[in-house]
């Protein structure tokens, strides 16, 4: 079982950037995708980005794309979501899991989640 830890969030104000982490341990993580999820209160856990073992394929939702990139450094066992020009609806708890082998955007595909980071963005 891998475990997952995210950090880096934070308050922001609107227009500007955050970069959160996902440190893994367990498991081999070069050889699994990753992606990043986000929940906002009262709402259902929704796709951010994913990519691929490799870093060579990206998959971003129409809501974050051209804002936010996702990236990952395998001899840090680490994905990141570097997130620019903040919007408040941005704000929610954001996650990361192990992907399934082909692209979903489903969280229930998704496995080994953690704990998340709060990320808040005031206008």
């Known amino acids: 079982q891998v475990q997952l830890v995210e950090s880096g969030g934070g308050w922001v104000q609107a227009g500007g950037s955050l970069r959160v982490s996902c440190l893994a341990s367990?498991?081999?993580?070069?050889?699994?995708?990753m992606g990043w999820f986000r929940q906002a209160p009262g709402k259902e856990r929704e796709f951010v980005a994913a990519?691929?073992?490799?870093?060579?394929?990206?998959y971003y939702a129409d809501s974050v794309k051209g804002r936010f990139t996702i990236s990952r450094d395998n001899t840090k066992n680490t994905v990141y979501l570097q997130m620019n020009s903040l919007k408040p609806e941005d704000t929610a708890v954001y996650y990361c899991?192990?992907?399934?082998?082909?692209?979903?955007?489903?969280?229930?595909?998704?496995?080994?989640w953690g704990q998340g980071t709060q990320v808040t963005v005031s206008s």
């Open positions: 899991a192990r992907a399934p082998t082909a692209f979903s955007r489903l969280p229930s595909l998704y496995n080994d």
């Open positions: 367990g498991g081999s993580f070069r050889s699994y995708g």
């Open positions: 990519i691929s073992w490799s870093g060579g394929t990206t």
